[in-house]
């Protein structure tokens, strides 16, 4: 990066701690530290929801994932606005009538402590895992950038949004999530345009959007139904229903964001509000993908994304690396060739009249990925790379090999704020949880020991959450590693809820027993590949209701009731 980038770089990132630090200024206690005293209006409610969810991952991994896999992606948060419904209309008024700190609380009241002590267990094991692959992820930009060891970048990006999540608790975390937010939807939009800018100055959006679709990256609705299908629409709206319901509704880093506000109705327009504008959103995220991939259709793309690891196989292979890169430019220069006619004739005549162009067209395609995917595999099973998916480095190649001075520190500080949105949220919500349904769950103690025992444990989640990340690489496509492990664990946290909310005969014991076997239940059905990762959350959540259900109805008709 030039000097510029580094100044716009660490001149937006320490602007973000000192904002971070003056806003979280006078904690006195528990309830300013964990709540920011329920001062929050409704659009502070908003930007911080949509900030915890969209994390670094979003920005980095989504629109690589769009590169390889096209816009389907988007079809997982379909479910998301009907979620929010039910959300606003059943769990924000119980929440705000028990004026709980953390949503197990709740569980407590209605069940027993068991229930909730495994309840939050399930929600810490989640979200501590989760939490470390997105600290992971800005962690591949510094290394990338400066040639460092990943795992030392995994201790530098989870020690810097400490210094204000530590200090300032969730006023500090809401604050900064506002700003934070507002940057990050600025600057990719501005990324956005400049991806059209830079294409060929005879290739419009149209135009491009046309070679998308050829390319077979325009796929939004995936109407076939497949268990195994990671996404298609029905394990959109249904799978991604339940995700929604379970992670906004149950998940503390998300309720511990709306359960801040004034009062129920700022809840309230916040989450449905979120619910309208979070799939356009994540639609023009992916769509930046999509067209990163058409602009390295005419200008050649590196055969590996991620730099540091390909450099390390063309050092060690050097003749099979040169006769490789010389095979793809003869293939990328037929490619852009007829990208160049296709987009011509779609200019000139309304379509693409040359049905053997296109054929011609997609067959290079093909040849083209069927190399990256071979160099992709060897660079793996040679140990090149610590991290299996190359799909995660796509938009960051892109950013730092094709934009303009300055613009480039931008968003690299851009996806590093996205991850400390998510990240200090998390952390607030991970320490909230330990802290108020385990530690101090048997008694009270004075407000300055309240505080000070809320650091500790966020910072104490902290370092476990730096931990993770040195194995994140591991798990693929950051996005989907966690949307998969979230799907492990909500099915039967939202079961729980929902028995809670509407069966109101089912006992704790009850409860208990049930969430216990869904959990082994789904984590069996997972490892077994008898579904796709969404459906998790729609098994966990009605194979809890169905146990109680026949639990409480066998207990109804054995002799004793009758």
């Known amino acids: ?320 690396a040169t006769s490789e890169i010389d095979r793809y430019k003869s293939m990328h220069d037929k490619y852009r060739n007829l990208a160049t006619e296709i987009a011509h004739l779609r200019q000139q005549n309304g379509s693409t009249k040359s049905g053997r162009t296109i054929e011609e067209f997609k067959t290079t395609q093909i040849q083209i990925q069927s190399l990256r995917d071979s160099i992709a595999r060897y660079i793996s099973i040679q140990g090149y790379s610590p991290d299996k998916n190359d799909t995660n480095y796509v938009f960051l190649y892109f950013i730092k090999n094709s934009l303009p001075v300055g613009i480039v520190g931008l968003l690299f500080a851009v996806i590093i704020l996205a991850s400390w949105g998510s990240i200090s949220a998390a952390l607030n919500a991970l320490a909230a949880s330990s802290l108020m349904d385990i530690h101090l769950r048997n008694g009270a103690i004075s407000s300055e020991r309240e505080l000070r025992l809320g650091r500790l444990h966020t910072l104490g989640w902290g370092v476990f959450c730096v931990c993770i990340a040195m194995f994140a690489a591991k798990m693929g496509s950051l996005i989907e590693a966690v949307n998969i492990l979230g799907s492990l664990f909500y099915g039967t946290i939202l079961g729980i809820f929902l028995v809670a909310f509407y069966m109101k005969p089912v006992t704790g014991k009850t409860v208990f027993t049930a969430a216990v076997v869904t959990e082994i239940a789904v984590i069996g059905i997972y490892v077994s590949g008898i579904v796709s990762f969404l459906w998790l959350n729609v098994i966990g959540a009605l194979l809890m209701m169905v146990i109680c259900f026949l639990v409480h109805i066998r207990a109804y008709l054995s002799p004793g009731n009758q």
């Open 1 to 320: 990066m030039s000097v510029t980038d580094w100044m716009v770089l660490l001149l937006t990132l320490s602007a973000m701690i000192g904002y971070g630090m003056y806003k979280g200024r006078g904690q006195d206690g528990a309830h300013s530290y964990l709540l920011a005293n329920r001062q929050m209006p409704w659009y502070v409610v908003l930007l911080g929801v949509m900030a915890t969810q969209a994390s670094a991952i979003t920005f980095l991994s989504a629109p690589g994932l769009a590169f390889s896999d096209g816009m389907r992606f988007v079809q997982n948060y379909f479910g998301l606005p009907l979620a929010m419904v039910v959300i606003c209309i059943t769990f924000i008024p119980v929440f705000s009538r028990l004026k709980v700190f953390t949503a197990y609380e709740f569980l407590e009241k209605r069940f027993d402590k068991r229930t909730r002590l495994f309840t939050a267990f399930l929600f810490l094991v989640s979200r501590g895992l989760s939490t470390g692959i997105s600290i992971y992820a800005p962690a591949i930009i510094l290394s990338s950038m400066l040639g460092w060891n990943i795992y030392i970048t995994n201790i530098i990006m989870g020690g810097l949004l400490m210094v204000y999540t530590w200090s300032g608790g969730a006023k500090a975390v809401a604050h900064t999530q506002k700003l934070q937010f507002l940057v990050i939807l600025a600057a990719m939009g501005y990324a956005g345009f400049l991806v059209v800018h830079k294409l060929p100055q005879d290739v419009g959006i149209k135009e491009a959007i046309y070679l998308a679709d050829m390319s077979g990256k325009m796929n939004v609705i995936t109407t076939k139904f497949d268990w195994h299908d990671k996404y298609n629409i029905w394990s959109g709206v249904i799978g991604g229903f339940f995700l929604s319901l379970s992670y906004f509704g149950t998940d503390h880093s998300q309720v511990g964001r709306y359960i801040t506000a004034k009062d129920t109705k700022q809840s309230r327009t916040g989450l449905l509000l979120n619910g309208i504008v979070k799939v356009p959103m994540q639609f023009l995220i992916l769509l930046v993908g999509v067209l990163v991939f058409v602009f390295y259709s005419f200008q050649p793309a590196p055969l590996y994304f991620n730099t540091t690891a390909y450099k390390t196989y063309i050092a060690r292979e050097p003749e099979k």
